[in-house]
C-alpha cells in the first residue's frame, strides 16, 4: 500500500513569490492533515479536512495560505506571498475518520524562502 | 491550557532502557500518542493510549495516567537506530496537539 505522497520535496524561492505544496493521502483516508514543522519543534496544525470540507482551519494564516481538496482526495498547499519566516518543513498526514490519534505522513516538502 | 512537557533531549546506553516522560495541561482530554521522527523523515506513529495503563508493541510500551496527567513511552534493549525525536500528542476534542518533542541519543 502506498503511504502519502508529497510533492515536491524541496523548494527554494525568494520572498514574496508564491509556492505550491500537494499531498496525496493514502487510499480510503478521508481525513487530510495539513502541518508545519518548524526545526527542532513538533508539527503544528494548519487545517483539516473531512472529505472535501475544512473542519479545522482555525490555525491557518488566512491572509497568505490557502488550500483546497476539491474532490475530498489530493489536496494543496498554497503560500503567496511567501515570507522568510515561512522556511519550514510542511508535512501532510492523512488517516482514516475518526482516527486522528493514529496519523500517517507524508517525507513533507521543505521549504527556504531567501 | 493545551501546553505538552517533554524533556528537550534523553542520552541512553545502546542496549539500555529508557523512559521519555510527557505530562498535559489540557481540557476536553481523550488520549495520548506518540511518534518517532529520525532526522529529515517524517513523523511515524508508535502508540496510543486511551485508557490508563501500559501498552506494549515489541521493545516499545506507553503508559497513561490520565489522573495524573501524565503519561511515558518506555523503549527497551536500545539499538543505535532508536536515535530519533519522540512526541507525545494529545487527542483533543477531535484535535491532536504535539509536543515540542526529545532527542533521544545513544551511546555505543
Known amino acids: 500500500e502506498a503511504g502519502v505522497v508529497q510533492s515536491p520535496r524541496y523548494k527554494i524561492i525568494e520572498k514574496k513569490q508564491p509556492v505550491a505544496f500537494w499531498c496525496n493521502p493514502i487510499?480510503?483516508?478521508?481525513?487530510l492533515y495539513w502541518y508545519l514543522q518548524n526545526l527542532g519543534q513538533g508539527p503544528e496544525l494548519l487545517i483539516r479536512?473531512?472529505?472535501?470540507?475544512?473542519?479545522?482551519d482555525s490555525q491557518l494564516p488566512k491572509d497568505r495560505f490557502s488550500a483546497e481538496r476539491l474532490k475530498g482526495v489530493d489536496s494543496t498547499l498554497k503560500i503567496q506571498p511567501a515570507e522568510l519566516g515561512d522556511s519550514a518543513v510542511y508535512l501532510c498526514?492523512?488517516?482514516?475518520?475518526?482516527?486522528?490519534?493514529?496519523?500517517?505522513f507524508g517525507p513533507g516538502t521543505r521549504l527556504l524562502v531567501l | 491550557g493545551q501546553s505538552l512537557e517533554q524533556p528537550s533531549e534523553v542520552t541512553a546506553v545502546e542496549g539500555a532502557i529508557v523512559q521519555i516522560n510527557c505530562t498535559y495541561q489540557?481540557?476536553?482530554?481523550?488520549?495520548l500518542s506518540w511518534y518517532q521522527q529520525h532526522d529529515g523523515g517524517a513523523p511515524t506513529f508508535l502508540s496510543y493510549?486511551?485508557?490508563?495503563g501500559l501498552e506494549e508493541t515489541g521493545r516499545f510500551s506507553s503508559f497513561l495516567s490520565r489522573s495524573d496527567s501524565y503519561g511515558y513511552l518506555l523503549l527497551q534493549e536500545l539499538q543505535m537506530k532508536d536515535s530519533a525525536s519522540y512526541f507525545c500528542?494529545?487527542?483533543?476534542?477531535?484535535?491532536?496537539?504535539f509536543g515540542k518533542g526529545t532527542r533521544l541519543h545513544i551511546l555505543p
Open positions: 498526514a492523512s488517516s482514516s475518520s475518526g482516527g486522528e490519534e493514529t496519523q500517517y
Open positions: 487510499s480510503g483516508h478521508n481525513t
Open positions: 479536512y473531512e472529505n472535501e470540507e475544512a473542519v479545522d
Open positions: 489540557t481540557s476536553g482530554f481523550y488520549g
Open positions: 493510549n486511551a485508557l490508563d
Open positions: 500528542a494529545v487527542i483533543r476534542d477531535d484535535k491532536i496537539i
